[in-house]
């Protein structure tokens, strides 16, 4: 049986689908000793080669796949390789069983908090993928004190470059031991989304700096308080299964977070 090559290697833990797209744009990847085009499909017994090199898609999807939490400190980069020579986020992460691992979305390089990693490249896709609005959830410090106008307006909607955008339920939240609260603001807060930047970004419209970005939640897996920066943890099967049925669609029951 084939199926398009996204798919497949995308299955096998081998990279996501996108990833695998901008593979074969690249002209990298061969099929049978012919360049793939996008459309192409084949199957696990196919001759398959990434730059020249075979790639074993029926030992790879005979592994099982595996997930991992981890809490990436701010200063790393949420890619494999830096042309500045900065710390990435998989430098710490132990070897996989099967595939490689693929994370799921993306944090910027000031941003600290929740990365999830999975060598399912279909798992991955779902959980990126925006129909099915997996929530995330932050923890936010900004410079000065925002009124109940700017917060209304945060919740209505603010137009950004790439279209609007909104977050879904702000809540106030206590600062820090020995912060000065009368210039800053702390809040916890959820949207649906994960655009490039997009909390600061919405909070850069309405003008506000973002000082302090903490993700602690994405989806039903929450970043557990004796995880530390730099520290990474299995994903058991039970948060696993409660993973892969977000990633399809279906309501999680970890959202506790209350209404605004």
Excluded at 61 to 73: D, E, T
Excluded at 247 to 260: L, N
Aim: aromatic share 4%; with cysteine; net charge positive.
């Amino acid at each position: 049986m084939t199926v398009r090559l996204q798919k497949l290697l995308a299955a096998a833990g081998l990279g996501s689908r996108r990833q695998v797209e901008q593979w074969i744009v690249a002209g990298r990847l061969t099929v049978g000793g012919r360049v793939a085009k996008l459309g192409d499909r084949a199957a696990a017994s196919d001759e398959v080669c990434l730059d020249g090199r075979r790639l074993e898609l029926g030992q790879a999807q005979a592994a099982k796949h595996r997930a991992l939490l981890y809490h990436k400190p701010v200063g790393e980069v949420t890619t494999r390789r830096d042309p500045q020579r900065r710390p990435t986020v998989f430098d710490r992460l132990p070897p996989p069983e099967g595939g490689r691992w693929i994370v799921v979305g993306r944090l910027d390089v000031n941003t600290a908090g929740l990365l999830l990693f999975t060598t399912d490249g279909d798992l991955a896709h779902r959980l990126m993928h925006p129909s099915s609005c997996i929530e995330r959830e932050y923890l936010v410090r900004v410079r000065g004190r925002p009124g109940s106008d700017t917060i209304r307006k945060l919740l209505e909607g603010v137009v950004l470059d790439d279209g609007p955008a909104a977050f879904d339920r702000i809540i106030d939240e206590p600062a820090p031991a020995g912060e000065d609260a009368a210039r800053n603001a702390s809040y916890r807060l959820v949207l649906h989304e994960g655009r490039n930047r997009e909390v600061r970004r919405i909070w850069e419209a309405v003008g506000y700096e973002v000082s302090r970005l903490l993700r602690i939640r994405y989806g039903p897996v929450e970043l557990p308080r004796d995880l530390r920066p730099g520290e990474w943890r299995l994903l058991d099967e039970r948060l696993s299964a409660r993973l892969a049925a977000a990633a399809a669609g279906q309501k999680s029951a970890a959202a506790a977070f209350p209404s605004a």
